[in-house]
């Protein structure tokens, strides 16, 4: 899914997730830029492998919250 909904799951520490989304094409990026670089590093792909992560229906509209949840509005 484009949104992983993580709430109701443990963390690391067993404590219950109550509010935790993420979007995960952000998370790819994020790992992919540490890759690439900001700079003259001139890498110009990454390929990531081993991902379990099937295909989804949603769209990019998921990731937009209500304004009385999005707490950066």
């Known amino acids: 899914e ?3 909904n993580l709430r109701g799951q443990q963390d690391m520490f ?3 997730l109550e509010v935790s989304e993420h979007a ?3 998370s790819i ?3 992919a830029e540490l890759l690439l670089g900001e ?3 001139a890498t110009p792909i990454v390929i990531v492998r ?3 992560q099937g295909h989804s229906e949603q769209d990019s509209k998921v ?3 209500a304004a ?3 707490m950066f509005r």
């Open 2 to 4: 484009a949104l992983a």
């Open 14 to 16: 067993g404590r219950v």
């Open 24 to 26: 995960v094409a952000d």
């Open 29 to 31: 990026a994020s790992a």
């Open 39 to 41: 700079a003259d590093e």
């Open 50 to 52: 081993g991902l379990d």
């Open 63 to 65: 990731l937009l919250r």
């Open 68 to 70: 009385q949840e999005d």
